[in-house]
């Protein structure tokens, strides 16, 4: 398999990513083994499976998983312990949903209150901040972008990928221009193509999560196995 500089460097951004209610370890374990082969940044997994999919990878990858997933409206407390448990299990990053009801009632407070509370449980481990842009308004995107700014999280995340649509090119546009200079962006959520994980890097984003790349890149390997060989 040879892969160009340029590709190296695309799936040196993406988090590759299997979070269905289906899975099963299996699967989990070959998306891990894709991840190592490709040179991914990480494995984003269900909680159940962070502590064997550690032990499995070892430090070949790292592993990545969600909190408050896909709705967000559990306790703050449950998310706490969420993350402290990933932790203990030895998850390297963490994903969370913000509260969406509690952000569209107005209660900044709230919302800026339980990422810097889930920040801390991390220990020093990257925090995803995902804000489900699909079901908010321009004017609520901005407003997630100050306060993933101020509540000290790494990345704000587009989508979970389960609910009405994913990332867009114009919501990470928009948060290349309001978010906070520590603060990466991850797109998340139907990225199909190479070319629309290019255009995201392009317009800001420094993750990618999706695991269709690679399912892009093995089926062109084997239409060239097919051609050599068939």
């Known amino acids: 398999m040879h892969l160009d500089q340029k590709m190296k460097e695309l799936l040196g951004m993406v988090d590759h990513t299997l979070l269905l209610q289906t899975a ?3 699967e989990i374990r070959a998306l891990c083994d894709e991840a190592i082969r490709y040179g991914t940044a990480s494995v984003c997994i269900p909680p159940c499976y962070v502590k064997r999919a550690k032990e499995y990878v070892e430090e070949r990858m790292k592993v990545c ?7 967000g409206n559990t306790t703050t407390a449950v998310k706490v312990f969420e993350t402290e448990d990933a932790v203990r299990n030895g998850a390297d990053e963490i994903d969370m949903v913000i509260n969406i009801g509690m952000l569209k009632a107005g209660n900044d407070a709230y919302v800026l209150e339980e990422i810097r509370q889930i920040k801390k449980a991390c220990q020093g481990r990257i925090l995803k901040v995902i804000i489900e842009t699909c079901l908010l308004t321009d004017e609520e ?3 997630m972008c100050e306060l993933v700014t101020e509540a000290g999280a790494d990345f704000i ?6 609910s009405t649509a994913g990332a867009t090119f114009s919501d990470v546009e928009l948060f290349a221009k309001y978010v906070g200079p520590d603060v990466k962006i991850k797109a998340a959520g139907g990225i199909s193509t190479i ?6 890097v392009k317009l800001g984003a420094s993750r990618l999560g ?3 790349i690679i399912k892009l ?8 196995c097919e051609d050599n060989y068939g």
């Open 141 to 143: 995107k901005i407003k």
């Open 24 to 26: 099963s370890w299996d």
């Open 65 to 71: 998983t969600v909190i408050g997933f896909p709705n």
């Open 210 to 212: 999706t695991s269709r």
């Open 195 to 200: 070319e629309d994980a290019q255009k995201f």
């Open 157 to 162: 995340k587009t989508s979970t990928g389960f």
């Open 217 to 224: 890149l093995n089926s062109s390997n084997e239409r060239k």
